[in-house]
């Protein structure tokens, strides 16, 4: 599929409160400039021609905009978030031509290392047919679910795997399944297609070094893999 049928989503309104730093995650240093651009520059080499939608918070766009400014950076397109990630998402939707017809993919600002062979094989799944497809991990630990009283159980670690971003799904689904009600079941944007009842997404491989920035020390561990 042509890459101008596709828009990437980047959704970063968050706050990053987990991160601990005076400023949300995504405006924080990586390699001298916020992380946000490193992640909006690897959705461009790995999707060439693609439109992407850029997600932020009403506080920081005047800020963002005084960054891009700073070093030089064309900013995508922006859209106001919402309350919640739920809510930013649908906002993005929103600001696309009723009519589009193409893939949208969903991406956390805060997972900065895309590559060009998670993108393809997330394609590859939505041109065979599949309404939405995600990247994952197996898990390498093992696992174990928590029980009432402080008791747990073990449990089938590869019954699990580990969710990553972007998801791509078929863009007229995907605004259908935003167009209604949010609920608290719905924790990423395959659980919101599945409550529209478009069925569980396919997986494809994810990478380990496409990970979400969470902590300091995510920043440390980025850094390695960007050498």
């Known amino acids: 599929m042509k890459t101008e049928?596709?828009?990437?989503?980047i959704v970063g309104?968050?706050?990053?409160?987990?991160?601990?730093?005076?400023?949300?995650?995504?405006?924080?240093?990586y390699g001298g400039r916020p992380l946000l651009m490193t992640s909006v520059e690897r959705v461009r080499e790995a999707l060439p021609g693609a439109r992407i939608v850029l997600v932020l918070a009403r506080d920081w766009v005047e800020a963002w905009s005084e960054?891009?400014?700073?070093?030089?950076?064309?900013?995508?397109?922006?859209?106001?978030?919402?309350?919640?990630?739920?809510?930013?998402?649908?906002?993005a939707i929103d600001s696309l031509p009723a009519d589009y017809r193409g893939i949208i993919m969903v991406h956390d600002a805060a997972r900065p290392l895309l590559s060009p062979a998670v993108a393809g094989r997330l394609l590859s799944a939505i041109e065979a047919g599949a309404s939405g497809a995600v990247p994952v991990l197996e898990m390498a630990d093992s696992i174990r679910r928590r029980l009432p009283g402080g008791a747990s159980e073990a449990v089938d670690r590869s019954l699990f795997v580990r969710i990553q971003t972007p998801q791509a799904f078929d863009a007229a689904k995907l605004r259908q399944a935003y167009s209604l009600p949010y609920n608290s079941t719905m924790t990423d944007d395959a659980s919101v297609m599945e409550?529209?009842?478009?069925?569980?997404?396919?997986?494809?491989?994810g990478d380990e070094v496409?990970?979400?920035?969470?902590s300091p020390g995510d920043m440390d561990i980025l850094r390695i893999y960007h050498k």
């Open 210 to 214: 496409l990970m979400k920035v969470t």
């Open 13 to 29: 309104a968050g706050t990053g409160s987990r991160f601990g730093a005076s400023r949300p995650k995504q405006y924080c240093d």
């Open 195 to 205: 409550a529209a009842g478009f069925g569980a997404p396919a997986l494809v491989a």
């Open 67 to 91: 960054m891009c400014t700073a070093h030089g950076f064309d900013s995508p397109d922006i859209v106001t978030g919402g309350a919640s990630r739920w809510q930013s998402v649908r906002n």
């Open 5 to 9: 049928n596709i828009t990437v989503i």
